[in-house]
């Protein structure tokens, strides 16, 4: 298509479509077909006979489209061809969200009495009973051990905006689906048709007894800084906003990497960061933590600085912490001599002459989702590395590499909460999975089906659970019990027992 060079307008899985189309019993129709999806720019993936007879043809077209009206032009170009009849259009996506994506399975036979009698009644009373006398077992003995809770108000859905919690419950499916396939983690959608903060922290702590550790996700700013904050403070389990904290783990890890590529270091770069939301207020704090010094944040009005304050108590941290020069400009004019750009904002706010402005060997992240920043093409004349949130060019920022690591560490090691060296710990080992002998500027992050980065984040996390747990035992003097989670099990001498060795 004319616009092709335009990331956006690139023929993409998520578009892709199935056309049931019946041509004449030749190979040149068959030919035809193909040309035709070709010509409209869409991205032929397979052509299959669905039925045939001496007269005709009956061919499914499988291609990639731009977007819902590409699909509808693919159609028409079809249909306009002498001999030839569209029967049927099916998009691939909708047929993959058909009566959801998740569904529950038991984890123990249930096929005679006698397994039913342990697992339901009357033997299930038994561990209610000991779950009773001790409620911490319950972390041992039922789901709590292994499941997450993904909960969303569906006030701020990546590109989408406030669309409603059922109108948010496919992505939240997709959620829980990447914490099983990629860590082993049952998570469960649970969406909340509420916009009211103390409504949304009084429900989740009260179905907190379920879960092992809650997984915020899609709730507008400010209220979510709130309320992850509270339930931080109020619940026994680890709480984590992954728009924020997921976001600011993969950006430091990639950053951390792509300062070795062009040999500079984080105390040194000057950074500009577009966008003080949620994301980008997590970010600013994550590149603190690792040692960065210059730093300045950028809303759509310019640089935070002193002068701008509102009672704003998020943006207010960042103003006292950041910006030491006091750069009082626009974001065009801050990317003067910035050598890294960092945006969560939106997009096509900037072009490939803006980033030019850059120092030598600039790194750019444009993380605005579809679309970036700047064109990451244009981008590339003259930055050394360019990140995106797409999965259509190199160095992907997605936070599917670190929640399911995270929560996986924080599940096996019975975590209570989440402190802000756990997150750069997690940051650290999701860039050391990239040797220095991979290490080049198309690839400074690992790719999302890489099965080292969910082991490297959870091994990473008990590590440091584990050292604070030490820590806190050298402050208080009592020994911490540091063995494994142990299940009941049944000594034929003594009855009831604990098994260390679980």
């Known amino acids: 298509m004319g616009a092709s060079s335009t990331p956006s307008t690139l023929p993409s899985p998520s578009y892709t479509i199935t056309l049931r189309v019946e041509v004449p019993a030749s190979q040149r129709a068959t030919g035809t077909v193909v040309h035709a999806v070709a010509e409209t720019g869409a991205a032929v993936m397979g052509v299959d006979i669905a039925h045939s007879s001496t007269t005709s043809l009956t061919v499914d077209v499988t291609c990639d489209t731009v977007d819902a009206e590409h699909g509808e032009q693919v159609r028409n170009a079809l249909d306009a061809l002498d001999g030839v009849r569209v029967l049927k259009m099916s998009d691939s996506t909708f047929l993959m969200h058909l009566g959801g994506k998740l569904e529950v399975n038991p984890k123990v036979p249930l096929k005679t009495r006698r397994d039913l009698s342990r697992a339901y009644t009357p033997g299930v009373a038994r561990v209610c009973l000991a779950i009773a006398d001790k409620p911490e077992d319950a ?84 209220r979510c800084f709130e309320i992850e904050a509270r339930l931080r403070e109020e619940l026994d389990i680890p709480v984590f906003h992954d728009d924020q904290h997921g976001t600011a783990i993969v950006v430091l890890a990639a950053l951390i990497n792509a300062l070795k590529v062009v040999g500079k270091s984080m105390e040194d770069v000057r950074i500009a960061v577009s966008g003080v939301g949620a994301a980008g207020s997590a970010i600013i704090k994550l590149l603190l933590a690792q040692g960065a010094r210059t730093v300045v944040g950028f809303d759509r009005n310019g640089a935070l600085h002193g002068g701008v304050r509102n009672d704003d ?41 803006d980033v030019a402005r ?33 999965s259509d060019f190199p160095n992907q920022i997605n936070n599917v590499l670190a929640f399911p690591g995270l929560f996986r560490g924080l599940l096996d090691i019975g975590a209570t909460h989440i402190s802000d060296e756990l997150l750069r710990v997690a940051a650290v080992a999701i860039a050391e999975v990239v040797s220095d002998d991979e290490l080049n500027p198309a690839f400074v992050i690992p790719g999302v089906f890489d099965t080292r980065v969910a082991e490297a984040v959870a091994e990473a996390v008990r590590s440091e659970a584990e050292r604070r747990l030490r820590a806190s035992t050298d402050e208080s003097g009592n020994e911490p019990d540091t063995s494994p989670p142990a299940l009941y099990a049944m000594d034929p001498a003594s009855g009831p027992s604990i098994d260390p060795a679980y």
């Open 358 to 390: 850059m120092n030598d060997d600039a790194i750019v992240f444009a993380l605005a989702n579809p679309t970036p920043e700047v064109d990451p093409i244009a981008a590339g004349d003259s930055a050394a590395v360019v990140a995106t949130g797409r």
């Open 313 to 353: 108590q998020h943006r207010d941290w960042i103003i006292d912490r950041t910006n030491p020069e006091g750069f009082t400009g626009t974001l065009r004019d801050g990317l003067e001599g910035a050598d890294v750009f960092i945006g969560v904002s939106a997009g096509n706010i900037l072009t490939g002459e």
């Open 139 to 222: 972390r041992r003995l039922t789901i709590k051990r292994n499941t997450v809770a993904v909960v969303t108000d569906g006030t701020a859905v990546l590109g989408l905006g406030d669309i409603g919690p059922a109108a948010a419950l496919p992505v939240m499916e997709g959620k829980a689906a990447l914490f099983k396939q990629f860590a082993g983690v049952d998570a469960w959608p649970v969406c909340l048709d509420t916009k009211d903060t103390e409504q949304i922290i009084a429900t989740v702590k009260a179905i907190a007894p379920v879960y092992g550790g809650v997984n915020l996700e899609d709730i507008s700013a400010p």
